[in-house]
Structure formats: C-alpha cells, structure tokens
C-alpha cells in the first residue's frame, strides 16, 4: 500500500490474509495523521524497530494496536470506532484461515521497487548529511569572523582616532611635510580599511543568516528522507575557520612604513577569502536544494519528456515571482533577497542562464541587494550582469540600457558620484535615440544625470539642468507625477515592475 504522495511503504510480509488486511489498515491510520515513525515511537511504548514490524505483517499484541490508535486518531468517536474495526482486525490475524494465500505475481517486483527506491533515498540522505556538516561549518566560520571582524573594526577606530590626533598636532607644529604625508596616507588606508572590514562584516553577518537558514531546510529534508526509508524498511528483515591559517595569494608584502596597516590588510584578505569560500557553498547547497525540489515536482507531475515546460514548473517561477513582489513591496528586502535568489536558480535549471528571464531575475536579485543597504553589492552584481546582458540581447536592447543605468546609479550611491554622472552622460543620447527624448526612462536618465553632477559639485550646472527638464516632464508624465528626491532606478523587462 502507498503512503502519502512521495512517501510510500516496503511491501507488506504478513503470513496470513488476515494479518495482511491488519497491517494494511494500521498503516492507513498512520498515513492519515501525519506522523513519521520516529514520531510514533515517542508516543508508543515500543521500539521504532518494532513499530516496523508490526506495520510489516507481524501479527501485534492488543497493547500494540490500541496505542497506536490512541497516537493517530485525536477524535474521540472516531477513535472508538478505528479501536473497534482494529479490534476486529487484531483478532482475525491472531486466528487466521487455515489456507495460506497464494505469494503474489508481483511481490518480487514490488521488493524490488521497494529495495531500489531505498537505495536512491539513501543516496540523497547521505548528501543531506554531508550538507549538513559544510553548513554548520559554514555558519562556525561566519561566527567566528564576526568576533574577529568587530575588534577589527573597533582596533581600527583607534586607529584612525590615533592618526587623526597625530596629524593635527604634525599640521599645528609645522612639522616636516614629508611626515605629516606619511600620516595622513596611513589614515586615509586605516579610513579605507575600517570601510572594507564593515563590508566583510556585512557579508559574513548575511552568510550566518543563510547557512541557518539552509541548516532548517537541510534537517527538514534529512527528516522526511529517514522517515521515507523507515517506511520502506517497514516490512523488511573545529574550534578554529577551516583554512585560516592557510596562506592567502598576493598577500606577502616587503617591509613597508605603516606596518600596522600592512597587517590588517593582510588579515583583511584572509576573511575576503574565507567570506569568498563559505559563498560558493552556499550558493552551491542552495542550488541543489532547488533542484531536489524541482525534480520531486517533475516525478511527482510525471512529465519526464519535458520538464522545462510543465505547467507546475511555469506556476513554480510565477509564484515565487509574486512572493517575492510581495516580499519586497512589505519592506522585508532579504526576503525579498531570497525569494528572488531561489527564483534564479529555479530559472537557471529549467530556462538556462542566459534566457532573458533568469537575466531579469539577476538584476532584481541585485536591486532588492542594493536596497537592503549593500549598494556596492549590488553595483558588483551590475557591473558583472552588463557584458552577459549586451552579449545576449544587444548593447541598445532596452534591457541593456536599464542595466546601465541602474549600475551608474548604484555606483553613486555607493560614494563613486563622479562616475555615476558620467555613465549617464555616456547613457543619456543612447537612450534619446533609442528610446525617444520624452520616453519615461530617457527622462529618468537626465534627471539622475543632473542629480549626480549635483553631488559632485556642479551644482549650478545641474540647477539648470533640472529647470530645463521640469517642464518635459509636466508634459510627459503630468503636472502631479512625483518628482524624484534622490537618483532612482529603472526596471528591466521581466524584472515585475514597471516604473517606480
């Protein structure tokens, strides 16, 4: 008999028809409550061992069957009468018909299946397993990077308090003026240095959060897994980061005149590497948990043929689509983050890496990114989105033109104002002949434009700027459309938003 969808039962070995019908109907109330085996044998006074047996064909004692009644029915009246048709059952398998059933024509077949489907669950139990220990190593180093990059940090604003102290007093005392340039050198790289260990810390504090989050899936996943092979067999007879201490490429250095910094540099670029491992386990478990899920969907949907195409595959992406819309319109951007990160290995698997959708995906992986308060993030993501996105569509496919604009953007808001401006310089007369002067995004394209030489210190020039375009855009978009107070983004086709 089968279990629930996806967790079937070994073959039953009863050595009567009576005791056959008994373990039948003993599994029925097992499946119908929910409960795994291992559960069971919290509730009920015996081994899981025995439990297997029972449910396997062994003929059970009266103790047996009302306990587990007592486990799976909590309705009451429906209880008495489970208890009644067991009690029925139990009585009949004690004394069953002399006649010994016939072996079935397809018992060899069915232990065969049963055996096979056990060896594949195994295979996937041991992987979980293994997932198991690369994600608590994982979340071990994170942690550990933490404690080390917080005294870093709090080292290094001693530092800079230190050097900021010296060279007022080098600048007051009209010291030697090659001096006082030592000094400040080291505190602009000590300033430099503090930024880059917040950024570390920034990434090792997310990847703590998401190697426990995978742990849940992971232990859920190893969970269900043991409880489908107790029911197959159902019937049948470190304290330190791992590699921290290993030396990190192009980190020697000659004797230098701020060794301190010489030090932290080096230490920063073995918490870059070890920040730079512990990613790619991540991002390589979230990619198989995904594709665990997504070939259960195509077995579970019985469309080998063409899995890419099935409907519940399709419904699989619109959905996590939504959710993450809706993720990220509640202001929870990291699970927006998620939502998206798992909808892009979901495209990658069934559309292929390059299919405009999962290229979409990847830019809305990196906004939400950037939204969350990593905007040099999500400018790396852009920056290395771009030349797959020009490749792949064309270097003026509107696309193409919303991926540059949206890396200028986020590059000046992660402090490079300067190029942002002039990226968009670069960009504005694409999209005007792409586009249209009045399109929308050729108007967002200018007014960011402006907003950056702003910041960047033509402010004349960009007043200007804007008081030219203020009456295009009353005429475009209406004397009531909000006018941006601060540089924004564009979407790209696909993305699940139009406009902002």
Same mark, same amino acid.
Not at 213 to 226: D, G, P, S, Y
């Given at each position: 008999?089968?279990?629930?969808?996806?967790?079937?039962?070994?073959?039953?070995?009863?050595?009567?028809?009576?005791?056959?019908?008994? =373990?039948?109907?003993?599994?029925?109330?097992?499946?119908?409550?929910?409960?795994?085996?291992?559960?069971?044998?919290?509730?009920?006074?015996?081994?899981?061992?025995?439990?297997?047996?029972?449910?396997?064909?062994? /003929?059970?004692?009266?103790?047996?069957?009302?306990?587990?009644?007592?486990?799976?029915?909590?309705?009451?009246?429906?209880?008495?009468?489970?208890?009644?048709?067991?009690?029925?059952?139990?009585?009949?398998?004690?004394?069953?018909?002399?006649?010994?059933?016939?072996?079935?024509?397809?018992?060899?077949?069915?232990?065969?299946?049963?055996?096979?489907?056990?060896?594949?669950?195994?295979?996937?139990?041991?992987?979980?397993?293994?997932?198991?220990?690369?994600?608590?190593?994982?979340?071990?180093?994170?942690?550990?990077?933490?404690?080390?990059?917080?005294?870093?940090?709090?080292?290094?604003?001693?530092?800079?308090?230190?050097?900021?102290?010296?060279?007022?007093?080098?600048?007051?005392?009209?010291?030697?003026?090659?001096?006082?340039?030592?000094?400040?050198?080291?505190?602009?790289?000590?300033?430099?240095?503090?930024?880059?260990?917040?950024?570390?810390?920034?990434?090792?504090?997310?990847?703590?959060?998401?190697?426990?989050?995978?742990?849940?899936?992971?232990?859920?996943?190893?969970?269900?897994?043991?409880?489908?092979?107790?029911?197959?067999?159902?019937?049948?007879?470190?304290?330190?980061?791992?590699?921290?201490?290993?030396?990190?490429?192009?980190?020697?250095?000659?004797?230098?005149?701020?060794? /301190?910094?010489?030090?932290?540099?080096?230490?920063?670029?073995?918490?870059?590497?070890?920040? @730079?491992? @512990?990613?790619?386990?991540?991002?390589?478990?979230?990619? @198989?948990?995904?594709?665990?899920?997504?070939?259960?969907?195509?077995?579970?949907?019985?469309?080998?043929?063409?899995?890419?195409?099935?409907?519940?595959?399709?419904?699989?992406?619109?959905?996590?689509?939504?959710?993450?819309?809706?993720?990220?319109?509640?202001?929870?951007?990291?699970?927006?983050?998620?939502?998206?990160? =798992?909808?892009?290995?979901?495209?990658?698997?069934?559309?292929?890496?390059?299919?405009?959708?999962?290229?979409?995906?990847?830019?809305?992986?990196?906004?939400?990114?950037?939204?969350?308060?990593?905007? =040099?993030?999500?400018?790396?993501?852009?920056?290395?989105?771009?030349?797959?996105?020009?490749? /792949?569509?064309?270097?003026?496919?509107?696309?193409?033109?919303?991926?540059?604009?949206?890396?200028?953007?986020?590059?000046?808001?992660?402090?490079?104002?300067?190029?942002?401006?002039?990226?968009?310089?670069?960009?504005?007369?694409?999209?005007?002949?792409?586009?249209?002067?009045?399109?929308?995004?050729?108007?967002?394209?200018?007014? @960011?434009?402006?907003?950056?030489?702003?910041?960047?210190?033509?402010?004349?020039?960009?007043?200007?700027?804007?008081?030219?375009?203020?009456?295009?855009?009353?005429?475009?978009?209406?004397?009531?459309?909000?006018?941006?107070?601060?540089?924004?983004?564009?979407?790209?086709?696909?993305?699940?938003?139009?406009?902002?």
């Amino acid at each position: 008999m089968a279990g629930r969808a996806g967790r079937p039962w070994g073959p039953i070995r009863a050595e009567s028809a009576e005791a056959n019908a008994l =373990a039948d109907f003993l599994r029925a109330q097992v499946d119908a409550s929910g409960k795994t085996l291992n559960g069971l044998a919290g509730e009920i006074p015996v081994s899981k061992t025995r439990i297997s047996d029972y449910l396997g064909g062994k /003929v059970p004692d009266q103790k047996f069957v009302s306990a587990l009644i007592r486990a799976t029915v909590p309705e009451p009246r429906l209880r008495e009468r489970r208890m009644a048709e067991a009690g029925k059952l139990l009585r009949a398998a004690a004394h069953p018909s002399p006649v010994k059933p016939q072996p079935s024509a397809t018992s060899a077949l069915e232990l065969a299946e049963a055996r096979a489907q056990q060896v594949e669950i195994y295979d996937r139990l041991t992987r979980s397993l293994e997932q198991q220990n690369e994600l608590r190593e994982a979340a071990g180093n994170s942690a550990k990077l933490v404690m080390i990059l917080l005294s870093m940090i709090n080292g290094l604003e001693r530092r800079i308090t230190d050097l900021t102290s010296e060279r007022d007093q080098l600048h007051a005392a009209h010291a030697d003026a090659g001096a006082l340039v030592q000094t400040q050198q080291q505190l602009t790289r000590a300033q430099e240095q503090e930024q880059r260990a917040q950024q570390e810390l920034q990434r090792a504090q997310e990847k703590q959060r998401q190697a426990e989050e995978l742990a849940a899936r992971v232990q859920a996943q190893v969970e269900q897994l043991t409880d489908e092979l107790d029911r197959l067999r159902t019937g049948a007879t470190s304290a330190t980061i791992t590699g921290y201490d290993d030396p990190v490429p192009g980190t020697a250095h000659l004797a230098t005149t701020d060794p /301190v910094g010489d030090d932290i540099d080096e230490a920063l670029a073995r918490v870059v590497a070890v920040n @730079d491992r @512990d990613d790619q386990t991540l991002r390589r478990i979230t990619h @198989d948990l995904v594709e665990d899920v997504l070939t259960e969907e195509v077995v579970r949907n019985n469309t080998p043929d063409n899995p890419a195409s099935s409907p519940s595959a399709a419904d699989n992406l619109t959905a996590l689509r939504a959710a993450a819309e809706a993720a990220a319109e509640g202001g929870d951007f990291r699970e927006a983050i998620r939502l998206y990160t =798992a909808r892009l290995n979901a495209s990658v698997h069934l559309q292929g890496p390059e299919h405009p959708d999962t290229l979409a995906t990847r830019h809305m992986v990196a906004f939400w990114r950037g939204e969350a308060g990593d905007a =040099a993030g999500a400018a790396k993501a852009l920056a290395e989105l771009l030349p797959v996105v020009t490749r /792949v569509q064309g270097a003026e496919h509107p696309d193409t033109l919303t991926t540059r604009h949206n890396l200028a953007s986020w590059r000046g808001r992660a402090g490079e104002v300067a190029g942002a401006a002039a990226a968009l310089a670069e960009l504005l007369p694409v999209r005007e002949q792409v586009l249209g002067a009045e399109h929308p995004d050729t108007l967002t394209t200018r007014h @960011d434009l402006a907003t950056w030489r702003g910041q960047a210190g033509e402010v004349a020039g960009a007043a200007i700027a804007l008081a030219e375009l203020l009456p295009v855009r009353e005429q475009v978009l209406g004397a009531e459309h909000p006018i941006p107070s601060s540089p924004g983004t564009t979407w790209p086709s696909g993305g699940g938003r139009q406009g902002k």
